[in-house]
């Protein structure tokens, strides 16, 4: 009876420690997870992530400053 008793307490414990959880931490709330497509800079050849990349006339930049100094 007091394992059972035991038992009880420590799933408790973990229900209540996963009730603490701030919200928001969930990994399916995050858009950015799983494999991303990544370019590569026209100027320094660096691979970045799509989204992050800056385009321009001549292709796509890893930085402003490394599309205005190709661009300019």
């Known amino acids: 009876m007091k394992y059972v008793v035991l038992l009880v307490m ?3 414990g973990i229900w209540w ?12 709330s995050n ?5 991303q497509v990544m ?4 100027d320094c050849g660096v691979h970045v992530p799509a989204h992050d990349a800056v385009q321009g006339r001549f ?11 190709l661009e300019a």
């Open 10 to 12: 420590v799933l408790a």
């Open 59 to 69: 292709g796509v930049y890893c930085s402003q400053a490394h599309r205005e100094r």
């Open 31 to 35: 858009p950015r997870q799983g494999p």
């Open 17 to 28: 420690l996963r009730q603490q959880r701030p919200k928001g931490t969930d990994k399916s």
């Open 39 to 42: 370019v590569v800079c026209a």
